[in-house]
């Protein structure tokens, strides 16, 4: 990474180039390029919730009303799907019709 010497801004790669926002440019190697702005970063796996069988469901209960069809009961369940320094993502699954959404706390 490298400044800028005449404003001190971080210098972006651009097509070969680094360009500062004040107009200073520089011509980049292939050597610097793969050296100093390639980078490769870990990609998550997407997660799927899979539904078995809406009847035969072990999962703990809350009161709930359901805004499709107005039941009461609702199964909830907790996924981390963003990062660890996140909050989890809290589901509800309406026991009546089986409408699942994610919860507002």
């Known amino acids: ?16 180039k680094i360009k500062c926002r004040c107009g200073y440019e520089k011509t980049l190697t292939n050597d610097d390029i793969e050296e100093q702005y390639h980078m490769e970063g870990e990609t998550k796996p ?14 703990p209960t809350t009161t709930i009303t359901c805004y499709k069809c107005g039941g009461t009961k609702g199964y909830w369940w907790t996924v981390q799907t963003r990062s660890a320094d996140e ?4 589901f509800i699954r309406c026991a009546k019709c089986g409408n699942t959404w994610r919860s507002s706390n």
Request: charged content about 15%; proline content about 9%.
């Open 46 to 59: 997407q997660q799927k919730v899979i539904i078995t069988d809406n009847n035969n469901v072990a999962l």
């Open 87 to 90: 909050a989890p993502t809290n």
């Open 1 to 16: 990474m490298e400044f800028c010497p005449n404003c001190g801004s971080m210098l972006i790669p651009d097509k070969g």
